[in-house]
């Protein structure tokens, strides 16, 4: 053992000293914090996007704009949402709860009440002395009137003709004084109401109702916005034809049943579930990914590492002061530190990022911790990593003892990448029934237990599961490590092509 450890703390040192082995530490990390600022620099850098409306019903534009309003406020809603989380002290957060809702019936009251203006008065008390003004964000939509040198608006068929030029940028729109590109453009027939859908009676002709236009496919708010607005309003018109009070259609319409969501398992009186929760129901997704970034990296190290040690005749020259099985455990243990290594740099680095957000992100961080380290899950994914790790390179280790050259070992690596995919695959789908068939299934296949269980931990799974699943991937990996370990015996002195399937069962079977 003492000579593996030896050849353990050489693996390290020389994969420490390598490009790929700071990169590897820095790139996660880098991914995920680039990711968090591009998101928040895309925001802010979305221009503003111009819709104009051709109604020639006369009838719909001021309910367009009340909507394209509406979803304004709800955009304001959220980041005044954010800006009060950020700037009350936890002791005064209570007081503020109701201007930190963003759902439909907390909008209707902001609305009602004045809007951001009256809101941040009234929360000026509350927040904490150096807290800034709250700047209102810029509209994402904004409506604008149609062109000027629209030939006949009268005609449908030749507006959105003109209108074309504008959508594909051929031509700008000005707004304020300066050039600008049009985003959508929406029309409305004269004739709208005679082609209304109503129950019993056929569909009515899609054509004949209302355009929208836009090269944006991706992005439907405005759409979903006319559409929401206008079947409001028909279906307001509609109330009134019938002789029913509008007033208290709209009463009931903004009645709701509030529903809480409770938990069993929990203890008597706490049962409601809240955001620790959730993170705790969620938490098992991140480990997996970043279990399975782990386990993947860390083997192909293995086997780059071996592959490059034997075409340069490095592996000799360590065999002639170590057996096989010595430097085969060192490899295994070395690679290992060097991806807890990674993965310690990585988590501290997550760490980092969370702990030095303010505000609710702050208090997040908090809740993340907690649940990490009371729910056990670093305990389970620990011992799944190094389980797993000893698995999956103890099959990388012993290709790599096959291959003499990078493009050989790629054709053998084929099918372990295929099988490695299925986790990735199945990693959302399995929380959601976590004691299902599928995850049961998947727990009893080795290959798949760190990841499967892993995902399964939050959800207490049946003790005969978790007991079973681990005795069978303990025994499966000594079983593939005994393999390896032959292999790696013979293997790893071979030049030339890789054995045959036979000729590698006599290696594995000790008939050589």
Not at 319 to 346: F, N, P, Q
Request: hydrophobic letters at 45%; charged letters at 20%.
């Amino acid at each position: 053992m003492k000579y593996a450890l030896l050849v353990a703390a050489r693996e390290f040192a020389e994969n420490a000293k390598t490009k790929g082995f700071w990169i590897g530490i820095f790139l996660l990390p880098l991914i995920i914090v680039g990711s968090a600022l591009m998101i928040a620099l895309l925001s802010e850098s979305t221009p503003t996007r111009y819709i104009t409306v051709n109604d020639q019903s006369g009838r719909y534009l001021d309910e367009i704009v009340a909507g394209v309003d509406r979803l304004y406020q709800r955009q304001v809603l959220g980041d005044f949402s954010g800006y009060v989380q950020q700037h009350t002290p936890l002791a005064d957060r209570n007081d503020v709860s109701h201007y930190t809702e963003v759902h439909d019936e907390a909008l209707t009251r902001f609305i009602e009440r004045g809007g951001v203006d009256i809101a941040a008065n009234a929360v000026r008390p509350f927040l904490s002395p150096d807290a800034p003004a709250f700047d209102p964000p810029k509209p994402r939509y904004q409506l604008v009137p149609l062109p000027n040198d629209l030939m006949s608006p009268d005609d449908l068929e030749a507006t959105a003709d003109q209108m074309r030029e504008y959508l594909k940028g051929d031509r700008k729109i000005v707004v304020g004084g300066e050039d600008a590109e049009l985003f959508a453009f929406v029309q409305i027939p004269r004739d709208i109401d005679d082609h209304l859908g109503r129950p019993g009676e056929p569909g009515p002709d899609n054509n004949k109702g209302i355009q929208y236009w836009s090269t944006n496919l991706a992005d439907n708010a405005p759409r979903d916005v006319v559409s929401r607005v206008m079947n409001d309003e028909v279906r307001f018109r509609e109330y009134t034809r019938l002789g029913v009070d509008v007033a208290a259609v709209d009463q009931v319409s903004r009645t709701y049943v509030p529903v809480v969501s409770l938990n069993p398992r929990k203890a008597a009186g706490d049962e409601e579930v809240n955001v620790a929760d959730q993170i705790r129901q969620w938490a098992p997704v991140g480990f997996v990914y970043v279990l399975w970034i782990a386990l993947f990296t860390i083997s192909q190290m293995l086997l780059n590492n071996t592959i490059e040690e034997k075409s340069n005749k490095i592996i000799e020259v360590l065999l002639s002061s170590v057996t096989a099985h010595e430097l085969m455990m060192g490899k295994l243990l070395g690679i290992a530190s060097v991806g807890l290594t990674m993965m310690g740099a990585w988590i501290l680095t997550l760490l980092v990022v969370l702990f030095s957000a303010q505000g609710p992100q702050l208090e997040i961080a908090g809740l993340v911790l907690q649940v990490l380290v009371s729910s056990g899950l670093i305990i389970w994914f620990l011992v799944y990593f190094v389980l797993g790790y000893f698995l999956y390179a103890g099959v990388f280790l012993a290709i790599g003892s096959l291959c003499s050259t990078l493009k050989d070992a790629q054709n053998l690596m084929g099918p372990i990448m295929l099988a490695m995919m299925v986790p990735l695959f199945t990693m959302m789908f399995i929380p959601r029934d976590p004691n299902g068939t599928l995850a049961t299934i998947m727990s009893w296949i080795p290959l798949y237990t760190p990841f499967v269980m892993m995902n399964r931990a939050a959800a207490d799974p049946p003790l005969f599961d978790i007991v079973g699943t681990l005795i069978l991937l303990t025994a499966t990996t000594a079983l593939v490590l005994y393999g390896a370990s032959k292999v790696f015996r013979i293997g790893i002195l071979r030049t030339g092509q890789p054995p045959r399937i036979v000729e590698l069962w006599r290696w594995v079977t000790g008939r050589v």
